[in-house]
């Protein structure tokens, strides 16, 4: 099984502030994805395949990495982006999600 | 417009059984592959498995493959999960998914299932 290390788990941003997150995989995979959580809603894919950005995302938000190192990231920290965000892989089974990062507004 | 709505979560004993389930409309349910993710209080998301359209294919988490069944109904558009000896540990809300073979597209609001003596 793939373990998915995200971090930091928990991250505050000022509006206008840059933010990254880091997702590690315990073994090589090709293809990532990180969703969107609200409190109370359901998860939503926000980013595929390491960098592509799903319908409606905001060109602010982007993803890179490769083998075992990904990354997210916000140009300019709305207050919009309040969420929990989880990144997943689907290089092999089972499918596994990271534990999450919760960005919350400074 | 792609909506799921599950159904049949509630309150179970430890040891019990539970049936979810989830309906789809607005695509061509019997096309698309779907999953169940589940979400413990205040914690991440977990993948409990998959079915492929014919339901010829089912992949599971390991630690839930001999709990967990997940079927499917393409003549109602629905997709169950079927649960047993079911502990604590399950209390979770669970979601079914549209599995595109790429990403989870779509999901539903969840139902929640309470596992208390």
């Known amino acids: 099984e793939i373990l998915l290390t995200q971090s930091p788990a928990i991250i505050a941003a000022s509006p206008g502030e840059k933010v990254t997150i880091t997702c590690s995989a315990s073994?090589?995979?090709?293809?990532m994805n990180w969703y969107q959580q609200k409190p109370g809603s359901s998860p939503k894919i926000w980013i595929y395949g390491i960098s592509n950005l799903a319908s409606g995302v905001p060109a602010r938000f982007s993803g890179s990495g490769s083998g075992t190192s990904f990354s997210f990231t916000i140009n300019s920290m709305e207050a919009e982006d309040v969420a929990t965000y989880y990144c997943?892989?689907?290089?092999?089974?089972?499918?596994?999600f990271g534990a999450g990062t919760k960005l919350e507004l400074k | 417009e792609v909506k799921l709505l599950e159904s049949g979560g509630g309150l179970v004993q430890p040891g019990g059984s539970l049936k979810l389930s989830c309906a789809a409309s607005g695509f061509d349910f019997s096309r698309y592959w779907m999953s169940w993710v589940r979400q413990a209080p205040g914690k991440g998301l977990e993948w409990i498995g998959e079915i492929n359209p014919d339901s010829s294919t089912i992949n599971y988490t390991p630690s839930l493959k001999d709990k967990f069944i997940i079927s499917r109904d393409n003549a109602k558009n629905t997709l169950y999960l079927q649960m047993s000896k079911v502990r604590s540990e399950d209390t979770a809300l669970y979601y079914c998914a549209v599995y595109d073979g790429y990403v989870f597209a779509y999901w539903g609001q969840g139902t929640l299932v309470t596992v208390s003596a």
């Open positions: 073994s090589s995979v090709s293809y």
């Open positions: 997943q892989q689907r290089s092999s089974y089972p499918l596994t």
